[in-house]
């Protein structure tokens, strides 16, 4: 019943009750996979296969610093099983210095400042 109108539902359940039969068909958004026989094979590909696709040069990535701090953790909220301390006080150094070395790998320095090196 995802993916389908109320109307849809509707439909399918008169045609049920009318001993028809139903067809059912995937919601639009999601397509059925791809068999092997569909693609190219993997041999046939290998000269190219590290190459960007033409769909590829149009898409971009936005690295940046979250505008709210470890927004995963406040998003999932702190999980029954902790009593003592709260998991996000527990995770969010982590989580900073990972965002931190985000930006280095990408930038090739931390976004808010000289690293410690260049100072």
């Given at each position: 019943m995802r993916g389908r109108t109320q109307e849809q539902i509707l439909t399918?359940?008169?045609?049920?009750?009318?001993?028809?039969?139903?067809?059912?068909?995937?919601?639009?958004?999601?397509?059925?996979?791809?068999?092997?026989?569909?693609?190219?094979?993997?041999?046939?590909?290998?000269?190219?296969?590290?190459?960007?696709?033409?769909?590829?040069?149009?898409?971009?990535?936005?690295?940046?610093?979250?505008e709210i701090p470890q927004p995963v953790l406040k998003r999932l909220g702190e999980p029954d099983f902790i009593r003592d301390l709260t998991l996000q006080s527990q995770l969010e150094e982590a989580y900073d210095a990972i965002s931190q070395f985000a930006m280095l790998l990408a930038y090739g320095d931390i976004a808010n400042g000289a690293s410690a090196e260049e100072e």
């Open positions: 399918g359940l008169r045609l049920r009750r009318a001993g028809k039969a139903v067809e059912t068909q995937l919601p639009r958004r999601i397509q059925p996979p791809i068999s092997p026989e569909d693609g190219p094979r993997l041999e046939d590909t290998l000269d190219n296969y590290w190459q960007i696709d033409r769909d590829m040069q149009n898409f971009s990535v936005k690295i940046a610093a979250p």
